[in-house]
């Protein structure tokens, strides 16, 4: 009886052994520091964009069914607004899966910035996201200067101050 438990036990572990090995290789981890990993992703217009190069970039990853992300909405838009003409990009990328809904958000919001729809989270699950809103903060050079994870007041003095840095191609100013 031991004996068809012991056979039955390595016949399992060799199976799950199997399984683990024949798993495809995670991506790797998106983090400060490194190069920001391009993209392309449609807009709503249905054409593919990549990500802007030599800008100060924001890359969001949000959802409209998601309640910090509409409540962090208004002031990434004044922050854009503020800093647009300095060379601040933004791109918004949306998980949801209705694209009707994202376009009705993204108007009744007027949303200024790059929206791009990531509909079947291939991005994101790239990044590693999975708590929305993420974020981001990608210097000039496309060096990821920092990850924010959930609502941002984006209007902040700390958040503006270390904007204003990396426009002018400078350090972060404080920890974010």
């Known amino acids: 009886m031991l004996r068809r438990w012991l056979v039955v036990g390595g016949l399992v572990l060799m199976v799950a052994g199997a399984a683990w090995f024949g798993l495809p290789e995670s991506h790797k981890k998106i983090v400060v520091g490194n190069q920001i990993v391009d993209f392309s992703l449609p807009d709503l217009q249905g054409n593919m964009q990549s990500l802007p190069k030599g800008h100060v970039m924001l890359v969001n990853f949000w959802a409209t ?35 009707k809904q994202l376009q009705d958000f993204v108007h009744e919001y007027q949303v200024p910035f790059d ?62």
């Open 65 to 99: 069914w998601c309640p910090p992300c509409r409540k962090e909405m208004p002031s990434m838009i004044q922050l854009y607004q503020q800093y647009e003409s300095q060379g601040l990009k933004i791109i918004a990328v949306s998980v949801d899966r209705d694209s």
């Open 115 to 176: 929206v791009r729809h990531d509909v079947d989270s291939a991005i994101s699950t790239q990044y590693g996201v999975f708590r929305y809103p993420e974020t981001f903060l990608v210097d000039k050079h496309g060096v990821i200067q920092a990850h924010l994870i959930g609502g941002v007041e984006w209007m902040s003095p700390n958040i503006r101050e270390n904007i204003e840095a990396l426009l002018a191609d400078q350090a972060l100013t404080t920890a974010l």
